[in-house]
């Protein structure tokens, strides 16, 4: 069984450009979750789709992020404009469903570098 | 509001010896508990988890932890350490079965493993 396929594996932009990352979650799988990893920290849950809705996004900066899942498959994150504090990795995950005991499937991550 | 604590950054064993990485955690009620490894370059890797019944729960790569509801902990121990077990570890926690799977991750443990 494939795993979570994320795309670019490494990106490095200036302050202020855009930027845009892919996830292709495991086959099946209805719900999908983006998590930004700081340097030295957890990852911490940036916006949760089910099927092609959003869940939940709390903790979404969206004056510069935006996420969309249109089909219920593929989703893309972007940042624009992008700050130095966005440096991260950028972590897709999947699930069969959106309940507590379903695990959860990682990608290998974006890491991003904004110089 | 839920969160998780792992007290140590850093943790250096020697190659053969045991391990125990800590993890405590603040939830109002029964929380799913996880542990997940990550190495270099890689995306989590699900070690164990734990939802309910019996409090040891045995994990991937002869890695076991135990809950213990009274003093609100999640460790996680290995009897002896292999080389490739170098890597950071995160303990997390999900709400309860219908609370949308999120998961809200400690800071890490780094485990290094001298010869």
């Known amino acids: 069984e494939a795993g979570v396929a994320q795309s670019p594996r490494y990106k490095i932009i200036e302050k202020r450009q855009s930027v845009a990352f892919w996830c292709n979650p495991i086959?099946?799988?209805?719900?999908l979750y983006w998590y930004q990893q700081i340097l030295g920290q957890g990852p911490k849950l940036l916006i949760q789709f089910q099927n092609n809705g959003v869940v939940d996004d709390s903790q979404l900066p969206k004056d510069r992020f935006s996420a969309e899942r249109l089909k219920g498959v593929d989703s893309t994150l972007k940042i624009q404009p992008a700050k130095l504090e966005d440096s991260a990795v950028y972590l897709c995950?999947?699930?069969?469903?959106?309940?507590?005991?379903?695990?959860?499937?990682f990608g290998p991550g974006t890491r991003l570098t904004v110089l | 509001a839920q969160s998780v604590t792992q007290p140590d950054i850093h943790i250096t064993v020697s190659e053969g010896a045991s391990l125990e990485l800590r993890c405590n955690y603040s939830?109002?009620?029964?929380?799913?508990l996880f542990w997940y490894v990550q190495s270099p370059g890689q995306g989590l890797q699900l070690l164990l988890k734990y939802f309910s019944g019996d409090t040891l729960v045995q994990g991937i790569k002869g890695f076991e932890a135990e809950f213990k509801r009274s003093q609100s902990s999640f460790n996680l121990r290995k009897p002896s350490v292999h080389w490739s077990d170098a890597a950071e570890y995160f303990c997390a926690v999900a709400g309860s079965y219908n609370q949308g799977g999120k998961l809200i991750f400690g800071q890490g443990t780094e485990l290094s493993v001298k010869p």
């Open positions: 086959s099946g799988h209805a719900t």
């Open positions: 995950a999947s699930s069969l469903q959106d309940r507590g005991t379903d695990t959860q499937y």
């Open positions: 939830y109002g009620a029964t929380p799913y």
